[in-house]
């Protein structure tokens, strides 16, 4: 880890005055988990000859560690006291997963973030604190890159438009829609990628729907439109092969199809 700051559910390591460091120095090596580690199911055939695979699952999130300390630019006494202590405490060490990611101007790559958590340990010198180790605990063995949108405007249903998964895992995402429908009638979005029809009957021209591809909760902007009833519950959705990327979408009736998702990485803090 090269960057010096980190924001974390909103704030920065330096709205602190505090930096990255690494108070071991010994090595310029470093050794972290670096999530995404697959677990291979397998059973035995002819006389183990030969081992089929069953399945497969990740067992591991990203963890890894790191250490803090006052910015000498900023302080002059570099000790930190119990009431700064306490005050990074409070916004690091929380019962929950919350949105962490490296911030270095000088990187040429995306940085992606993580759901994050830490345990913290104090690093003395002649029994004095001068340093905090973070031990980061993650919820997923990835993380996610920025957040992926594309708006269209359909007024030829014979047209299709392309869209290109770019996240590292191979398989299928539930993206976030929003539609605003331009015709009266029922309305389909295909994905010739994956075979994926959504359907939602009864829309009204000028009516706004929203799909939500986390929760998969739908919802409409009008209160007289028994979406639930008139939704096939097939949950549109984008993927990728290890050789294919490309989604091609396309309507039923004339409207406006926004699509947002956040693709994911398999890269490290």
């Known amino acids: 880890m090269n960057a010096i700051d980190f924001e974390y559910d909103g704030q920065y390591l330096s709205d602190y005055g505090f930096i990255i460091c690494d108070f071991n120095g010994s090595s310029g090596a470093d050794s972290i988990s670096a999530g995404s580690v697959l677990t291979f199911n397998k059973v035995s055939r002819f006389g183990g000859k030969l081992h089929s695979l069953t399945s497969t699952q990740y067992d591991d999130c990203i963890t890894t560690t790191f250490d803090i300390c006052k910015d000498p630019d900023v302080y002059d006494d570099m000790e930190i006291t119990g009431d700064e202590f306490r005050d990074l405490m409070r916004w690091l060490n929380r019962r929950e997963f919350l949105k962490f990611q490296i911030h270095d101007s000088e990187l040429d790559y995306e940085t ?48 299709s438009r392309l869209l290109c998964d770019v996240s590292d895992e191979i398989g299928n995402i539930y993206p976030s829609l929003t539609i605003t429908c331009g015709a009266d009638g029922d309305l389909q979005i295909y994905n010739d990628f994956n075979g994926c029809t959504t359907e939602i009957k009864n ?29 096939n519950y097939e949950f549109f959705k984008i993927g990728n092969t290890y050789n294919n990327r490309n989604n091609r979408i396309s309507v039923s009736k004339a409207c406006t199809l926004e699509i947002r998702y956040t693709p994911i990485i398999k890269d490290l803090p």
């Open 203 to 231: 829309c009204t021209n000028g009516e706004v729907i929203t799909i939500d591809g986390d929760t998969q909760i739908i919802s409409s902007s009008l209160s007289t439109h028994k979406i639930y009833e008139d939704f």
């Open 112 to 159: 992606c973030y993580f759901e994050a958590s830490f345990n913290v340990e104090k690093i003395k010198i002649h029994e004095v604190t001068y340093g905090l180790r973070l031990n980061m605990e993650t919820n997923k063995p990835f993380g996610y890159g920025i957040e992926q949108r594309v708006k269209w405007t359909f007024h030829d249903v014979d047209a």
